[in-house]
């Protein structure tokens, strides 16, 4: 499978001439690396896109209620379409009349390392992906430590995954980054602030 046949969800829902979204370069398609981010996107509901770079492409789920660092939190990430590697610093206003008309910062962004294991074996990201369980280690400004997402039946759609926090050193039960800390990683902007702008 190419990196258009991958993008052409992304580009089938959205004019991004007209968005002013990532088309997806070339180059960008051809780069392969191990980075994250985390956008919050208020658009007809706010929700956080959480996004890792696998194979080229960002694999991404919407999370709506964002991640939690507590462990004993249980968040719903639906997986969404891939998105192009340009999304990795997109922040700006999606205009009214597109698919997911609003607005979009980087809420968190960084590196992230593969922790899935199959038998004791590291599994590549892409398969851990299409096997259903993931778990990595963020490196971010604001997210830090090992987290998992688990396929699951809920609601009876296999789109729908579980986000949730490792019981590790970088765990916390007090700190509530979602609600605490609402600024861009990149521009120091809130939603409101970039839709006001």
């Given amino acids: 499978m190419t990196r258009d046949d ?22 960008a398609r051809g780069a392969r690396g191990n980075r994250f981010v985390i956008q919050r996107h208020d658009a007809s509901t706010a929700h956080f896109d959480f996004r890792l770079e696998v194979d080229g492409v960002l694999v991404s789920w919407a999370v709506p209620k964002g991640p939690s660092i507590d462990p004993r939190d ?32 980087v809420w968190d962004a960084g590196t992230y390392r593969n922790l899935t294991e199959r038998k004791g074996k590291p ?15 963020l490196d971010g400004e604001k997210l830090h430590g090992a987290f998992a997402l688990t396929r699951t039946a809920l609601r009876g759609d296999d ?9 590790d050193s970088d765990a916390d039960r007090r700190r509530q980054p979602v609600a605490s800390e609402p600024r861009s990683v990149l521009s120091g902007r809130t939603n409101e602030e970039l839709a006001g702008s």
């Fill in 74 to 105: 249980t968040r719903l990430a639906t997986r969404t379409e891939d998105h192009p590697i340009d999304y990795l610093d997109f922040e700006g206003r999606i205009a009214e009349g597109n698919y997911g008309a609003g607005t979009v910062i």
């Fill in 159 to 167: 789109r729908n995954w579980l986000l949730v926090k490792a019981n």
């Fill in 123 to 137: 599994v590549p990201m892409s398969e851990a992906v299409a096997g259903g369980h993931a778990k990595v280690f």
């Fill in 6 to 27: 991958e993008l052409a969800e992304y580009r089938s829902k959205r004019d991004t001439k007209a968005s002013g979204e990532p088309a997806g370069s070339r180059s």
